[in-house]
Nanobody, 124 residues
Framework: QVHLVESGGGLVQAGDSLRLSCAAS????????VGWFRQAPGKEREFVAG????????TYADSVKGRFTISRANAKNTNYLQMNSLKPEDTAVYYC?????????????????WGQGTQVTVSS
């Protein structure tokens, strides 16, 4: 079993930056994909960014491309989502997730482990 804990959310103004962290425990292998998703009130959970097992491949939603950067530090069992130039439409609960395997997937159902989420609120 893998336990994921997100941190770093908060209330910021449009144009500000935040860095989300996701610490994992319980895993002994690095062969997993990391994904960040978000869910705004009344909307479905959507893929934001993903990174493959060794950090060599990343995928972003079009809405965050060029503003968000996903990274991972396998030695620390931690991954990060750097969010720059935040917009009010980025407001959501952000979740990190892990999927077994080596290639990034954007499908929530393919992620086996999820964190509890961290709230990001961007005011205009």
């Amino acid at each position: 079993q893998v336990h994921l804990v997100e941190s770093g959310g908060g209330l910021v103004q449009a144009g500000d930056s935040l860095r989300l962290s996701c610490a994992a425990s319980g895993r002994t292998s690095s062969f997993y994909v990391v994904g960040w998703f978000r869910q705004a009130p009344g909307k479905e959970r959507e893929f934001v960014a993903g990174i493959n097992w060794n950090g060599g491949s990343t995928t972003y939603a079009d809405s965050v491309k060029g503003r968000f950067t996903i990274s991972r530090a396998n030695a620390k069992n931690t991954n990060y989502l750097q969010m720059n130039s935040l917009k009010p439409e980025d407001t959501a609960v952000y979740y990190c997730a892990q999927a077994l395997g080596v290639a990034v997937t954007t499908t929530p159902a393919e992620y086996a482990f999820w964190g509890q989420g961290t709230q990001v609120t961007v005011s205009s």
